[in-house]
């Protein structure tokens, strides 16, 4: 577990409250800590310098934090999106196992079943620290593909109801993988190095601002509107993890539809 998960265990108001007083009391309160416990003499040029830097570089990390909201959003979104393709095509199976409606097809309703409820209580939980697919899972699908694949159909109106199975099928095992993968989604550790390294260069410039309330203010202020956009990037960035992340929500309903059907 990284550092970045430890955030993803709060609800998104204390993440918010965590990284302004992490950031802002710090940043605010450097001028004072440069003038009294540095020993920086006061500087009117080299104040006013540093202030001149110190908005130039807030501004450019606000820019980089937004560009970087809007890209882990739609990742969110487009992740979103493939779940509930994946729902659809559980659907879709379930749907065609009925309409053949052939008895020898019972067991595969049944393990469908099972895979779904499995990818909801023991694979999703499993998605938010990535730690890959779920045993319960694999074994669910592969009693899935053994009895469709077994099955042998015995008109031309099965034979084309089951070719479209089989392709579903193999789309939903792709589906899967896809998830997988998609649960280790989140932005490098050269852009959170880069944010840090920021953080760090506003707070060298702070300590070089000869300390004012007004100062105080508006240190703390900038500070303030970036802590709010890196809250905002790292309750988004994981799309499997924290408060607001991709629920099975689609998945759990088609099983409830599934079930009605029987």
Do not use: C
């Not at 993440?15 to 007083?21: K, Q, S, Y």
């Amino acid at each position: 577990m990284n550092f970045l998960d430890w955030f993803h265990h709060f609800s998104n108001f204390w993440t918010f409250v965590v990284v302004a007083l992490v950031i802002v009391l710090p940043v605010a309160f450097a001028p004072y800590l440069g003038q009294r416990v540095l020993r920086f003499r006061e500087d009117k040029e080299r104040s006013d310098g540093a202030l001149d830097a110190f908005k130039a570089i807030v501004s450019f990390t606000a820019f980089l934090l937004a560009f970087s909201f809007v890209q882990v959003q739609g990742t969110l979104r487009n992740v979103e999106e493939r779940v509930s393709k994946e729902a659809t095509a559980i659907l879709v199976i379930d749907r065609v196992l009925f309409r053949i409606g052939d008895a020898r097809l019972s067991e595969a309703r049944q393990s469908l079943r099972q895979y779904g409820e499995a990818i909801v209580s023991d694979e999703w939980p499993r998605l938010a620290d990535n730690l890959g697919g779920s045993e319960k899972v694999e074994t669910a699908y592969s009693g899935l593909s053994r009895a469709v694949r077994s099955f042998e159909p015995g008109s031309a109106r099965q034979q084309g109801m089951y070719n479209e199975l089989l392709r579903t099928l193999d789309e939903l095992q792709d589906m899967r993988e896809q998830r997988l993968s998609d649960a280790g989604l989140t932005l490098s550790s050269l852009f959170w190095s880069t944010i840090a390294a920021l953080i760090v260069v506003m707070f060298g410039l702070a300590l070089l601002i000869s300390p004012t309330v007004n100062r105080a203010i508006v240190l703390g202020g900038l500070v303030a509107a970036v802590s709010l956009l890196l809250s905002l990037v790292i309750i988004v960035d994981a799309p499997f993890s924290g408060e607001t992340s991709v629920s099975p929500a689609a998945i759990v309903k088609v099983l409830d539809r599934n079930a009605r059907r029987n």
